[in-house]
């Protein structure tokens, strides 16, 4: 066996240097700051995947309660036999738009006693659509309803002969989702 010196012990050591591992350091933390950058909006998005669901859910079943209720408050409740804006005279018109909300002097104090559509204009709550208390899953949501005219809109003659409903959702993470229907005087 032969002896080497220990300088030639050194020369064939193999290792990083201080100034790699400060460099490889610096490298591995830009490539993880850029990584986690990415992943964090996308965590977002799928988050917001679920709550836009759950919107629809809600929005929707507001929107069924509010489509089942009469055209107006002068018109039959139980259902197109005397519809306003007949006859043509002005004894029977349609509610005006700026009046559109609960009918205070009808006693609408709250959304079970609304009788038409144009009771949910301005309407917010945290309600089902029964009514009961919201779902504990559903509490962080915002809900907003407005109802005007629409019959040209929708090619009709007069534009009283139709109310559009827009149901406006806003989820805990800031998207606001609009659904539209409309609700026509026949």
């Known amino acids: 066996m032969r002896l080497t010196p220990l ?4 020369k064939y050591q193999k290792g990083f240097t201080l100034i790699e591992l400060i460099v490889g350091i610096v490298v591995l933390t830009i490539s ?13 998005k799928s988050a917001d995947n679920v ?13 069924n309660d509010i489509t089942s209720r009469a055209f107006d408050n002068n018109s039959d409740m139980s259902g197109g036999h005397i519809r306003c804006g007949e006859p043509a005279d002005g004894t029977n018109d349609c509610t005006d738009e700026v ?8 006693g609408e104090a709250n959304r079970n ?7 949910f204009n301005n309407y917010t709550d945290r309600k089902n659509s029964t009514d009961g208390n919201i779902d504990d ?23 009283d002969l139709a109310k559009r409903i827009t149901v406006t959702v806003t989820t805990p993470l800031g998207t606001a989702i ?3 229907s409309h609700k026509v005087n026949f």
């Open 32 to 44: 993880l700051s850029i990584v986690s950058t990415l992943i964090v909006p996308a965590e977002e």
């Open 7 to 10: 300088n030639n012990q050194r």
């Open 113 to 119: 006693l609304f009788d038409d559509v144009d009771d």
């Open 51 to 63: 709550l836009q669901i759950k919107a629809s859910e809600l929005a929707q079943s507001l929107m």
């Open 137 to 159: 899953g559903y509490n962080q949501f915002i809900i907003n309803v407005s109802v005007v005219y629409a019959g040209l809109d929708l090619g009709l003659l007069t534009n």
């Open 99 to 106: 009046d559109f909300g609960p009918d205070v002097v009808d």
């Open 178 to 180: 609009e659904f539209s």
